[in-house]
């Protein structure tokens, strides 16, 4: 069940939220959410709703065993064997056939029969609460939270429906205290559905239709492809994903803070980084942030020498390109990313810093783009045909012309085109924004545009939504 469905926005939020206020307690309302929050997992998944419960069972008593044990070395082995288990699972789920495939290249060099694997259920968002499970136990062991004594509290906090299926990753020390108390004041209802709205129609109105031509242009055949199409299909496919995704994680903000959660933040206007290392500081930050404290400090961050700094980012970046999915495409996403970031500390990144304003972007937005390559493509051959369309080798097969720039651009992909570009700037972007401020920080004027303006949006997506118009989401693969 999609965030931008006509059953989520028309009939499961506004029965699930109103039934959700008229519960006196934060008990009755924890319990609804939770039965809510699995019925809405169940709904796209329906038997393997039992994994996320499983996940859930295991890492309340891995949580209890490891605040008994920290100060002793047991503690240390059940901290590893927690982190362990939540890992086999996502390996199991997510990278099952991936290593079986690659093990039979080897197998059949040598001449042995392929082993032969089915393939195996991707279980919706398990890299996300695979992750969250892990922040509770590493939480727990640094003393940073407490062992929770309650099932359903563990539950929640895993299973919460908002940010379930693509985050934010939310770590437990985050929530603890609002898992036990809080409130659903008027305020913040009204505000996180004015922030809801802003989510959905960055979603709908922006990244959907850019979808559309950049599917159809990364179905082409590279060999097809002229330059100026290649490229097209690289802006439209960027700003279709920063916008699927900084959507999706406005609507789960605005979604937790209608039942009184306050997630962490997960984009800060990422286009407009002027090095590879702020933009990992802009983008997608719960996961960075995950990397950067569970993976790379652990690793010893930047206190062992440059040499070692480089090795720490790489490793940390071609994890998360795998985390991504099971493909050598995100694994080489990730290493471009990482190889990049460790260049930075070298005299790369004193070039990068004396450079003009325009140039630093300029690198930027450049190495961003043709990483999407990668992360957009099928597969490594299909990644270099498209590589080799941009410079101008592609479209030499015959029936090369055949899909000219024009067939992919009318005027609502130029406009919107347009206005995903100005929404990437502050300036403009910040417009978004004043559609989620608080009544009172502004006049009556303001408050009657940005009401029409949500209200225009919404009605906007609903017809859009009710004409069944392309609603593809990128981040359920993963």
Known sequence: MLFSSTLFLFVF?????????????????????????????????????????ASIGLNYVLGLWIERQRDRPAGHRALVLAVGL???????????????DNLNL??????????????????????????????????????????????????????LFPQLIAGPIVRYKQIAAQLQSRTSRLEDIAEGIRRFIVGLAKKVLIANTLA??????FSVPGAQLEPSVAWLGIVCFSFQIYFDFAGYSDMAIGLGRCFGFRFPENFDWPLLSRSMREFWRRWHMTLSGFFRDYVYIPLGGNRRGGL?????????FFLCGLWHGAS??????????????????????????????????????????????FFRTDDLSHANAF??????????????????????????????????SLSALPRFGRGWEALSLKASDLGLLHETIRFAALFGALGLCAMSLAMGTYNPFIYFRF
């Open 328 to 373: 050598w495409n995100f694994v080489l996403w990730g290493l471009v990313h990482g190889a990049f970031l460790a260049a930075e500390r070298l005299p790369l990144g004193g070039y990068i810093r004396s450079a003009p304003r325009a140039v630093q972007s300029f690198y930027t937005l450049g190495v961003m783009s043709l990483a999407w390559v």
């Open 308 to 316: 070692r700094t480089g090795f720490n980012l790489v490793t940390v």
């Open 212 to 217: 559309l031509p950049a599917d159809r242009i």
């Open 106 to 159: 080897v197998l059949g060099g040598l001449g042995v029969d392929p082993i032969v694997l089915a393939p195996v259920h991707l279980p919706l968002g398990i890299s996300f609460f695979s992750f969250q499970a892990i922040t509770y136990a590493v939480d727990i062991h640094r003393r940073q939270a407490s062992a929770q004594k309650n099932p359903l509290r563990v539950a929640l906090y895993i299973a």
């Open 13 to 53: 939020l506004p029965v699930f939220l109103g039934l959700y206020l008229a519960l006196p307690n934060i008990r009755l309302r924890n319990a609804l959410l939770l039965v809510g929050s699995l019925f809405f997992y169940a709904w796209g998944e329906t038997v393997y709703v039992l994994i996320l419960v």
């Open 86 to 100: 939540n890992l086999l699972i996502l390996t199991l789920f997510k990278y099952a056939n991936f290593l079986i």
């Open 387 to 420: 590589f080799a369309a941009l410079v101008g080798l592609g479209g030499l097969e015959e029936g090369g012309g055949a899909y000219p720039v024009a067939l992919y651009l009318n005027n609502r992909v130029l406009f919107v085109l347009g206005l995903a």
